[in-house]
């Protein structure tokens, strides 16, 4: 069992999201926001992906741990509302919407989730909704 699954229903009022009811989803958002991205990347399938923007797929709970260690510092999700549809395979399909906060900018977002038939992330999608000066204007040199 991961710490993710310890986490009480009371603990989701900061997020709510309305239309969204998925646990692995309400999850997703507390464990990111609270900084426990072992139990953030628990939340995935064995081989789930995640998209961050301006990145390519990080594949496998491991290497969504140490993304999420080295990237997801200082960073705030504040989701506001989504729509979820099971898609013809039986997997769910979540898209949520609502701002990421960082120390030197807020901006827009859709975090795009399917969902397997045993409620754990395949995929995950993260998209800036921005303009393309204020995308350029986000990205970091590296």
């Known amino acids: 069992m991961t710490s993710a699954e310890f986490i009480s ?7 709510q999201i ?6 692995s ?35 496998g709970t491991d290497a969504i741990a140490a993304y999420l ?20 395979n039986g997997d769910i399909q979540v898209q949520v919407t609502g701002k990421a906060q960082t120390s030197w900018c807020s901006v827009n977002v859709l975090w795009l989730f399917i969902l397997n038939q045993q409620r754990q992330i395949l995929y995950t999608r993260i998209k800036l909704l921005a303009s393309p000066k204020e995308l350029l204007s986000l990205r970091r040199e590296k």
């Open 25 to 59: 989803v309400l999850n997703y958002f507390e464990t990111l926001n609270a900084g426990d991205f072992e139990a953030t990347a628990a939340l995935f399938a064995i081989d789930g992906v995640m998209r961050p923007p301006f990145e390519s797929d990080i594949v």
């Open 9 to 15: 229903p009371a603990q989701f009022e900061e997020f």
């Open 18 to 23: 309305e239309g969204i009811t998925e646990a």
């Open 69 to 88: 260690k080295q990237e997801g510092q200082n960073i705030k999700a504040y989701p506001n509302t989504g729509i979820a549809e099971t898609l013809e």
